[in-house]
């Protein structure tokens, strides 16, 4: 089944203890991205990749890390995290650059005390 | 960065009333994407426009690329519980910010049955 698998679904953590949330897609797609979702807020693009080795910040990067050493997976570093840092992120991947919209994973809920 | 503004916010309806929504933008955008999140998980594509006033369907959903590329229109017909859930609008801009999805905050659809 096509689809993007994010690891842990839920996470409460302390503040500082270093982090990473996993993705992974098995369609190929060269385009992946995370997003943190917060209420009135809608969905806030922290980083995005457009390929192996090729990262770029999104809306909200402070406090974030992300590496794609492999089309397939696009990790979610949080070195340090702090309580602001709490919120619902999803990993998305897409096929194409332009206008094929992107498959999102379920979500992880991380909640930082 | 690109500011989308949704509205309405939220909507409370009673089950086979029609439902509008739209997204406007302080910028061009080349491709409107609508997707639906219901509770628990991430978002899923609904409806992706590419033409400035291209109007594309999906069962009872309508979808329209305004003519000025800066805003875009979704319609529900005979509305049903199920279509209860979170409905965002994103916009793509590949000439200027390849990779990179800007969403709206989302309008929230209560159904009465």
């Not at chain 1, 096509?2 to 385009?31: D, F, W």
């Not at chain 1, 090729?54 to 979610?76: A, C, H, I, M």
């Amino acid at each position: 089944e096509a689809q993007v698998t994010q690891n842990p679904r839920y996470l409460i953590t302390v503040t500082g203890k270093k982090l990473t949330v996993t993705c992974s897609q098995n369609m190929n797609h060269e385009y992946m991205s995370w997003y943190r979702q917060d209420p009135g807020l809608g969905l806030r693009q922290i980083y995005y990749s457009m390929n192996v080795e090729v990262t770029d910040k999104g809306d909200v990067p402070e406090g974030y890390k992300v590496s794609r050493k492999e089309k397939r997976n696009f990790p979610l570093i949080l070195e340090s995290p702090s309580p602001n840092q709490t919120s619902l992120y999803f990993c998305a991947s897409s096929l194409h650059k332009q206008g094929r919209g992107y498959t999102f994973g379920s979500g992880t809920r991380l909640t930082v005390v | 960065g690109q500011q989308l503004n949704q509205s309405p916010q939220s909507m409370f309806i009673q089950e086979g009333e029609d439902v509008s929504m739209n997204c406007t933008s302080s910028s061009i955008f080349n491709t409107w994407l609508w997707y639906k999140q219901d509770p628990g998980e991430g978002p899923v594509l609904l409806i992706a426009l590419y033409k400035a006033g291209e109007l594309t369907s999906n069962g009872r959903l309508t979808a329209q690329f305004g003519t000025t590329r800066k805003d875009s229109f979704l319609n529900i017909s005979a509305s049903i519980p199920s279509d209860v859930g979170i409905y965002f609008c994103a916009g793509q801009n590949e000439n200027t910010n390849a990779g990179k999805s800007t969403f709206g905050d989302g309008t929230t659809l209560t159904v009465k049955p």
